[in-house]
């Protein structure tokens, strides 16, 4: 099967790669439950990438575990807020709203969503479209997401817009009481 890995780990890497894909399926067909299962059975493996938490958060902020899915959070986030991995505040942000839009505060689920379109890693994009749809915003999520790769190619923009995901991040912290 794709998502058993050799025992002396050569092919870790594909294979944690197809589990976020897979994960990011199963969410958007509505199967938390499956795709926890397989975050749950790769949690182990090494990845470039770092750990399947991200996808692990979704999948409980999906089944309606929330005490989890902010504990899994609210850890992710404070490493996310130091902003030593590029785009790991935008990944963050989609969590929160993704959280937010669970917890009916779908006003503060639109407004993290739209501050960035930039993921981590490929797969959740589409996951941060079908969160947009959801949410009502789906077309305009699609011209931000538009501007923001247009933009990626001048100079400086990058950074700003780094610095700027993190600033969101950190004030969704704060409306949270998660900074300690």
Partial sequence: MVLDAEPDGANCEPVVNAGRIAIVCHLLRSRPDEALAIADRLEHLP???????????????????????????????????AGRVRLEAG???????TLARAEDDIDVARELLMVSTLRRTTEVYQYSQHVAEQLGIGGEYRR????QRRQMRHPGWAERHHLDGIAALRNEMVRRNWLD
Avoid: I, Y
């Fill in 47 to 81: 990845s470039r990438f770092g750990t399947l938490a991200f996808h692990t958060a979704l999948c409980h902020a999906e089944l309606g575990d929330f005490e989890t899915a902010r504990s899994q959070m609210h850890e992710l986030a404070h490493h996310s807020v």
């Fill in 91 to 97: 990944t963050m942000l989609l969590l929160l709203a």
């Fill in 144 to 147: 931000l997401a538009e501007t």
